[in-house]
């Protein structure tokens, strides 16, 4: 299994621009998550999806970001319009959605806003 | 969401064990405790998870007391690989798991 795949790696963008962050699950996991991790604020959960559906969306900072999982195989996140404080790492993570299933994250999206 | 609370960062050498100790006095009846490892530049990696009493894997062992409210990760014989940030949850496993700061383990030669 090729486990969580994301892209890009690492992406720099100018402020005001939109940036869009791609994941796709493990096949067969049903559940989806996308974290952002900053020196000052460590990991933080942004969205949740289950099913393709989003379950929780309490951690998107702002109406800026936005996400989707239009299939069980992809998800984006989107910022638009862009700030240099959106400036982290994006983790997508994705499990079984069971009781006892653990999160495989990928190896995350390095964001620069300057 | 139970709160975690770890040290900050641990020192240790090759081979020696290591134990790190994370309190969760707010654990709820259906709440696991999981794990996680991370590297610089990597995503989270799931060590562990338990309920109660000791698990053991491959790679570490978690002792929770009767009353759940704390756990000990222990890393037998460390090497300098296992250097990395160690991460303690508390939840409901399936769904939203929230990370604290997490314990930076330096492992010397």
């Known amino acids: 299994d090729a486990g969580v795949i994301q892209s890009p790696r690492h992406e720099v963008t100018e402020m005001g621009q939109e940036v869009t962050l791609r994941c796709k699950p493990i096949?067969?996991?049903?559940?989806l998550f996308w974290y952002r991790q900053t020196m000052m604020r460590g990991l933080e959960l942004l969205i949740y999806?289950?099913?393709?559906?989003?379950?929780?969306d309490s951690g998107m900072p702002e109406d800026r970001f936005s996400a989707k999982m239009p299939n069980a195989s992809f998800s984006t996140l989107k910022i638009q319009p862009s700030e240099p404080r959106d400036s982290a790492v994006y983790f997508c993570?994705?499990?079984?959605?069971?009781?006892?299933?653990?999160?495989?994250f990928g190896n995350g999206t390095r964001l620069t806003v300057t | 969401l139970a709160k975690t609370t770890q040290p900050i960062s641990m020192d240790s050498y090759e081979g020696q064990e290591v134990n790190i100790t994370c309190s969760h006095n707010?654990?709820?009846?259906?709440?696991?405790i999981t794990w996680y490892q991370q590297f610089p530049s990597q995503g989270p990696r799931f060590i562990i998870q338990?309920?109660?009493t000791k698990v053991t894997n491959e790679v570490a062992s978690l002792f929770i007391p009767a009353d759940r409210k704390s756990s000990t990760l222990s890393l037998p014989r460390v090497s300098l690989s296992d250097t990395a940030v160690y991460y303690c949850?508390?939840?409901?496993?399936?769904?939203?798991?929230?990370f604290g700061s997490g314990t930076r383990l330096q492992v010397q030669p």
């Open positions: 993570a994705s499990s079984l959605g069971r009781f006892n299933s653990p999160l495989h």
């Open positions: 338990g309920y109660k």
């Open positions: 949850l508390v939840g409901r496993l399936g769904g939203a798991l929230t």
């Open positions: 999806f289950n099913n393709n559906v989003p379950i929780d």
């Open positions: 707010n654990i709820a009846t259906n709440d696991y």
């Open positions: 096949s067969g996991h049903n559940s």
